[in-house]
């Protein structure tokens, strides 16, 4: 795994975009190349087209990350991978013909891009399944030794087993005189140097699993490893940065306060995160405007009550705001107080349904975040009750509240919509990671992804 940011990346993963990022410059090229021998024109330096190029590939790459083309799925699904392409080029093209019709450029260059639509899909579509053929989805896992054979050596193994899983195990080291509860468990004495055997498996790290570990840390062991340059992870530092959240179940108050996160020195990121707010805040309320009025005017037309939304919610350090949305419900859809949203809510209206789908009920949201209540990445701020009553029943429910709420976040876009204790508590453990771990690149990232609970809204209620 390489560490973006704070944020973890599958070296096989940065591979291959950046591959699939080299073969969009060459779609370009050969596209621009095409087109100019068709109508007899010189080919000119690669200079004057650089410009183009770079802007073609760019837009393209980021329209597949933001649709979900890096995801397990895509990487292990050819029909996937090759669904999401085609959406992610089709957006791309769409947004630099836009670009192109806004900022008028060359001519040429209009013509250029059916072929380079084309040419891109062939090369990244072929590069799926030429990268599935040769590597296999094996090699898009790293291989990792498990120091322990109980409960959460389990845990491991039945996570290593999920298709979407990043890792897998080569060996369980049974440690000390217990039953191991995974049966192909190795015994430790039988191993005589721990190094050379995770050598010989190729292991690049071993995770510490031990069920408990007061006076039973095999120091010794560990040295050796990591001596042969092997990683070595403690557990709930390796679920982290599998699951790309906190696990609840094996969170303690000592691995928050040592382990790396919570960092003083975000200020100038939290600086540079409200610059963008204000910014972006500002330009989406002059375009949102007419959206806005339009779909109020729909709200009102099919139901009774105001067309917005108001509701008390819990932000910043705990203290209170509220929140505006286009109403997407009845107008007396909470006379009996506040509940969560159930699958095909009856309370909802048929021009709520939609606006939910397409999250255009969380535009005025936007005047939140201008005010600085709200920013446009956090997680999702709760109404009061709910909030006093999930931080009774979960740990570290408070710690949520240490980064303003957002209208976007890392639980959005990697966890459903939650309707129940349990699956705030799933939601939760999204929450700290960001809190954890918060950087401008993993907003950015979000932002991005964003983009693809839209076009595939699995979660929206």
Known sequence: MIRLFKHYISYNVVLLSLIDLMLLVLAGELAWRFRVAQIGAAVGQISDRALEIVAFSAVIWVAMIAVGSYGHQALRSIRF??????????????????????FPGSALWRSVLLYAMGLAILFLVGNRV??????????FRRTVLVLGAGERAQRLERLAERPESGFRVAAFIAMGNA????????????IADLGRYAD??????????????R????????????????????????????????????LNPS???FSDGF???????SIAKRAFDIVASLLLLVVGLPLIGLFALLVKLESDGPAFFRQKRVGLYGQEFTLIKLRSMRSDAEAGGSKWAEKDDPRITRV??????????????????LKGEMSFVGPRPEVPAFVTMLDKELPYYAERHVVKPGITGWAQINYPYGASTEDARHKLEYDLYYAKNYTPFLDLLILIQTARVILWPEGAR
Request: proline fraction near 2%; aromatic fraction near 4%.
């Open 81 to 102: 991978a090759t669904a999401r392409l085609l959406v992610a080029v089709s957006l791309g093209v769409l947004a630099i013909a836009l670009m192109n019709f806004v």
């Open 130 to 139: 030429l990268t599935g053929r040769l590597l296999g989805v094996e090699n």
């Open 179 to 190: 039953e191991p509860l995974v049966v192909s468990a190795v015994r430790r004495e039988t």
């Open 200 to 213: 010989g498996l190729g292991a690049s790290e071993v995770v510490l699993a031990l069920q408990e570990r």
């Open 215 to 250: 006076n039973s840390l095999p120091l010794k062991d560990l040295l050796r490893v990591k001596t042969k340059g092997v990683d070595v992870a403690d557990f709930s530092s390796f679920l982290e940065r599998e699951m790309g959240r906190v696990d609840l179940d094996t």
């Open 255 to 257: 691995w928050l306060i």
């Open 263 to 269: 960092s003083a020195g975000r200020r100038l990121s």
């Open 352 to 369: 709520g349904r939609f606006i939910r789908m397409v999250r255009i009920d969380e535009l005025p949201q936007v005047w939140s975040v």
